[in-house]
């Protein structure tokens, strides 16, 4: 996204500042949407670099030539040569492809094609890490349409999985909760994550974060008293 570093450092500056809880007031949800897509977006080229360090394949140089084209600005160049790898790379090749033109079409303001395309990254090929990227990416796109509900559903298959992309995906479901105000499952989420051992370390500082955000928790109804019972009449003379 364009102006992510931009954000980023924004964010870096507030913390210096003792100033983070007004910045997460001004952006909320948009915090999450950008630094997991950043987060997500390293893994994604962590991956690419294992593949192309044990492939020396056409597809490796294909999708190299199309980052770079990415990143002198050439949208449409790019999005060509990713296209083609879409078309005959291996399902790993394949699921890369997508999620960078996803990228392309977000910069070029087409949400509902980088939905798809994300939306087809998370269905294909054998590389789990590389499909829960993508549908946690997806998930975060759908957020502003979709239900809790039918988030929840939608990263199944992630949140099932456990582990660090487990824990993105209860962060995304953790402030649709939050938005739809149920603050009591957003509560539970948050103070999960915040404990979850295998959380990644920026997960957790910001399930605290937004614990400390969150309404306080009501006060549970305290049961009233028994009702005394009377002394027992005494017996009568003679019983």
């Known amino acids: 996204m364009a102006n992510s570093d931009e954000f980023i450092r924004e964010v870096d500056e507030a913390r210096r500042q003792d100033a983070l809880n007004a910045l997460w007031k001004k952006w909320q949800f948009v915090v999450y949407g950008l630094i997991a897509v950043i987060i997500l977006g390293v893994g994604a080229r962590e991956a690419w670099m294992w593949y192309s360090t044990s492939t020396s394949s056409k597809a490796s140089d294909e999708f190299t030539a199309a980052l770079q084209s990415m990143q002198k600005g050439?949208?449409?160049?790019?999005?060509?040569k990713l296209d083609a790898l879409i078309k005959t790379a291996p399902d790993g090749y394949k699921s890369l492809a997508l999620q960078s033109k996803a990228e392309i079409a977000?910069?070029?303001?087409?949400?509902?094609?980088?939905?798809?395309a994300?939306?087809?990254?998370?269905?294909?090929?054998?590389d789990e890490d590389l499909k829960s990227a993508a549908a946690i990416k997806a998930a975060y796109l759908a957020m502003d349409k979709e239900s809790f509900d039918q988030l929840t559903g939608r990263l199944k298959p992630v949140t099932d999985?456990?582990?660090?992309?487990?824990?993105?995906?209860?962060?995304?479901?953790a402030a649709k909760?939050?938005?739809?105000?149920?603050?009591?499952?957003?509560?539970?989420?948050?103070?999960?994550?915040?404990?979850?051992?295998?959380?990644p370390e920026a997960v957790k500082q910001r399930a605290q974060l937004a614990l400390t955000l969150l309404p306080p928790e009501p006060a549970k109804p305290t049961a009233a008293p028994a009702p005394v019972k009377p002394d027992a009449k005494p017996a009568a003379k003679g019983e």
């Open 74 to 80: 050439e949208l449409d160049a790019a999005q060509t």
């Open 106 to 116: 977000l910069r070029k303001g087409d949400k509902a094609g980088a939905q798809k």
């Open 118 to 126: 994300l939306d087809d990254a998370a269905a294909i090929g054998p």
């Open 161 to 173: 999985r456990k582990g660090p992309f487990a824990a993105m995906a209860q962060e995304v479901l």
């Open 177 to 199: 909760a939050l938005d739809e105000g149920k603050n009591g499952e957003a509560r539970a989420k948050y103070q999960a994550l915040a404990l979850a051992l295998d959380a």
